[in-house]
């Protein structure tokens, strides 16, 4: 049977080892002054993977808060572009019902109209339905519908 000995950088990005092993013709006792030499030569080097290391930590961190920053920007992007679209949808539909809510308007104008040549009994009767009909499709007022309106900045 035949030791070894294995030495190794502790840092986790400064890879470094190195392997000593016994032979037939010398064991690890009489190597040792010269693997410990070895060993102190080798910490330069370990310095200098623990430095290049460390650097392309912090460089990778940049990379990484830049591509957060990044990410949280499309976001944005993204949530104000589908907020614009749907404050325009909603302020097309508030236009289309008022325009509808006109339509019928002029409408119950042109039957209030026509009921002014009835009789008195027919024209109440009339009145009554149009005031409930009036009731049922509610205010044809732009200001109330534009008050409704959410702007892109209110989602």
């Known amino acids: 049977n035949r030791l070894c ?8 990005r400064a890879r470094w080892g190195k ?8 064991d690890l006792s ?3 002054m010269a693997i410990v030499k070895e060993l102190e030569l080798s910490t330069e ?38 907020s614009l679209a749907k404050s325009k949808a909603e302020l097309f539909q508030i236009i289309d019902g008022w325009a509808e809510a006109n339509r019928i308007e002029k ?11 009835l009789s008195d009994n027919e024209r109440i009767k009339i009145s009554e339905r149009l005031q409930r009909a009036r009731e049922l499709i509610g205010s044809p007022d732009a200001f109330d519908h534009l008050m409704k309106w959410r702007a892109p900045d209110e989602f």
């Open 107 to 117: 409408y119950f104008k042109e039957v209030e109209q026509r009921a002014a040549d």
């Open 5 to 12: 000995l294995q030495a190794y950088s502790p840092y986790p």
């Open 30 to 32: 009489k190597q040792i």
């Open 19 to 26: 392997t000593w092993r016994e032979t037939e013709g010398c």
């Open 45 to 82: 080097k370990i310095a200098r993977l623990v430095e290049k290391g460390e650097r392309q930590a912090e460089l990778e961190r940049i990379e990484w808060e830049a591509q957060k920053e990044q990410w949280r920007r499309e976001e944005e992007e993204r949530y104000a572009a589908q």
